[in-house]
Every structure is written in structure tokens, then in C-alpha cells.
């Protein structure tokens, strides 16, 4: 296909095209003329990962640029390249230190072990959670999250990795734990809410509006 069908098919104007080719986040077209190009399915896939990458995971173009760079390398394995669109995902934290900080990431690495989870020392949310139970803990809440990390484990066991296609193309892959990382992880907040609204009814007695 020439690039305007692309544009067409993928909602993407031309220009922007222009720019992921010129920035290398999308592959060059197959050079049919002097001044013309064609494209095809892999292009969609990529500017669909682009766009999920941008839209949905609000990343900036420098880390969007990582994370293509590992989908474009065939010698990374699938595991690692999905666990560089997942640090990318993850918010930056300040880390601190201090007794508080350490009993909360001594309490992060406990619950990892005890689930028998398998995840890296670097792995990014390790120090988002810590940082949470800090928090937590400061305004005396419960710090108990076992019953939060057996609700997160039976979901992506049973629901969410499977919409991941991890012997499919790469791009395809990232996209679709970018996707389901947002958009499932909204989702979940937004429940968990209405549940607490529904749960406090049911308690207090209110009757259904």
C-alpha cells in the first residue's frame, strides 16, 4: 500500500508518518520508484504500538524509542522485551531511605517470596510499592496487601496474559500488554470504587436510587 492508504487505514496523518520514519520508530517502506514507497501489515502493527505506546501509555517519544529498539531486536528475548514496555509504563518514584523505607521494601521482597513470584531486583514497581507502604503505614492503614497480590496474580494468570499474543509478532505482543497494563488496570480502579459505593449502601442501609 502507498502511504496514504496507510494513513488511511491506520488514522494516522501523513506527516506523522513522515516523522516516525525520520525518527525510526517506524521501518523504511520497500522503495518501488524513486519518490515512492510501499507499505504493509507490519507497518500498521507498528504504528498501532506506536500509537498504543503514545495515547494509552503516555510515554514520550525517548522511551517510546527504547521500547521499539527491543521489539526490533530479535535477540531479545520475549521476556525481556516485554519487561522494557513495562518499566516504561511504570511511574518514576523519588526513593528514599531510613528505617521506613527499608522495613517497607524488606515487607515487598517477604510478599514476593512468599508468593513464589518471579521478578527482577531492578523491576521498577518494587520501589512503587514500597514507596505506597510508606505511605500506608504512615497514616496507619492496614499494610496487609496479600489479599490485593492474590486478586493481581488471578487476574493476569487466568485473564490478562492471555490476551497477550507471546508467539505472535513482537509488536503485537508490547501493544497488547500496553493496552491491557492501562486500560485493565483502570478498569480495576474504577470497580473497586463502585464497589466501595455499592458495599457502603449495603451496610448503612441505603436504599437503591
Given at each position: ?22 525518527e525510526g520508530l ?42 521499539i529498539e527491543a ?82 496474580h488471578q487476574l ?54
Amino acid at each position: 500500500m502507498r502511504m496514504s492508504q496507510l494513513s488511511a487505514e491506520s488514522g494516522i496523518s501523513i506527516a506523522t508518518i513522515k516523522y516516525y520514519l525520520r525518527e525510526g520508530l517506524l521501518h523504511q517502506g520497500e522503495q518501488v520508484a524513486a519518490t515512492r514507497a510501499e507499505y504493509d501489515e507490519s507497518h500498521l502493527r507498528r504504528l498501532r504500538l506506536i500509537r498504543a505506546l503514545l495515547e494509552v501509555g503516555r510515554l514520550p517519544i525517548t522511551s517510546i524509542k527504547k521500547v521499539i529498539e527491543a521489539v526490533d531486536d530479535e535477540n531479545m528475548p520475549v521476556h525481556d522485551m516485554l519487561g522494557t514496555a513495562h518499566y516504561a509504563l511504570s511511574p518514576a518514584v523519588e526513593a528514599g531511605d531510613g528505617e521506613e523505607w527499608t522495613a517497607a521494601r524488606e515487607q515487598v521482597d517477604h510478599l514476593l517470596a512468599e508468593l513464589g513470584w518471579q521478578v527482577s531486583r531492578n523491576a521498577p514497581p518494587r520501589e512503587e510499592l514500597a514507596q505506597t507502604l510508606v505511605k500506608i503505614r504512615q497514616l496507619g492503614l492496614n499494610a496487609d496487601l496479600t489479599p490485593y497480590a492474590r486478586a493481581a496474580h488471578q487476574l493476569v494468570t487466568e485473564i490478562e496474559l492471555d490476551t497477550v499474543p507471546l508467539d505472535g509478532p513482537r509488536d503485537a505482543a508490547v501493544e497488547a500488554l500496553v493496552l491491557g497494563t492501562v486500560l485493565y488496570g483502570r478498569a480495576f480502579d474504577a470497580l473497586r470504587r463502585l464497589a466501595q459505593e455499592s458495599e457502603s449502601a449495603r451496610r448503612l442501609g441505603v436504599p437503591p436510587k
